[in-house]
């Protein structure tokens, strides 16, 4: 049964999370189907995981802070280069993760900006056939407080959206 | 490569959402392991996906309305058998769905209540690998007064959620 390949927008953060929403994928939406295709002689489907990070957006530093205090520029260069390292750290992970699935094509996407709007404007352009993402499963009062990406995604975008809670242990 | 069986919970009602979240659902989770599963002698996994339906549940139908009017036993007869008739024919659209996959095997359950409750009620005891369910896609006003079966679920239930909205035409 040839089906045609599949682009998966998986969304991916620091968290333990967003990890395992995107090893569940691997394995339950990707694995099966490559192994399919690789008894076919490699001519079925190869699905292709874009993974999706948001970067905190560039902070404004006022110069002093409430307390007086002044934000030397080392500091804030600190602060970016944090940031840079965050991203890039979450996506050797995700990719290390990717690596034990060979017949999926891996392709890396970073925006800077709120999750949310980075992922609903990018499932606009990229269109992909599924967006995974995982649950902090956070209470009612921290949801209140936090919102929820993956509810606003959910409502938002046009794709089949899968959310994906770790198991409480 | 053998991957334990799934429990699929598929939510599913009178709306065409809903018979297109259960044939993409088909398409893009079943389909492709149950072809390797076939592949590799009938060994592998075999999925199972539980078509699940909520039924309005009885209203207490005053004897009187507003009006005056006498509902007469008649006519609540008329709307349980309506409501009966309702349940069947989405399970055998459903069942029809699924027919044409094989490999799957099929369960169906009927409960009564109110979906957001019936949905919650029966992941926490049947404990599926995924819970899928449609989306009506409504509006933010339509939205707030009819609330959202699916959003609420995907916050409730503990399994991953795959939403799967109608593609627009």
């Known amino acids: 049964m040839a089906i045609a390949s599949r682009r998966i927008v998986v969304a991916v953060d620091e968290s333990e999370e967003s990890m ?5 994928c691997l394995k339950n939406i990707v694995a099966a189907s490559a192994t399919d295709a690789a008894e076919h002689g490699g001519d ?3 699905d292709t995981i874009v993974l999706l990070h948001a970067r905190r957006p560039r902070t404004i530093y ?3 802070d409430g307390t007086g205090y002044l934000f030397s520029a080392d500091i804030v260069e600190g602060m970016e280069r944090y940031g840079a ?5 979450v996506m050797e992970k ?3 993760l990717c690596a034990e699935f060979p017949d999926v094509v891996v392709e890396t996407r970073v925006e800077s900006g709120d ?9 606009e352009s990229i ?9 902090h499963g956070y209470g009612p009062i921290k949801r209140a407080f936090l919102g929820s990406v ?6 938002h975008v046009k794709c089949p959206v899968l959310i994906v809670k770790m198991p409480k242990h």
């Open 20 to 24: 395992y929403a995107l090893s569940w």
């Open 62 to 64: 006022p110069p002093m």
């Open 85 to 89: 390292q965050l991203s890039k750290s």
């Open 44 to 46: 079925a489907r190869k």
């Open 94 to 96: 995700a990719k290390q």
């Open 127 to 135: 269109k992909p056939d599924i967006l995974v993402m995982g649950s």
């Open 150 to 155: 993956s509810s606003h995604c959910a409502q």
């Open 115 to 123: 999750p949310r709007d980075v992922i609903c404007e990018a499932v």
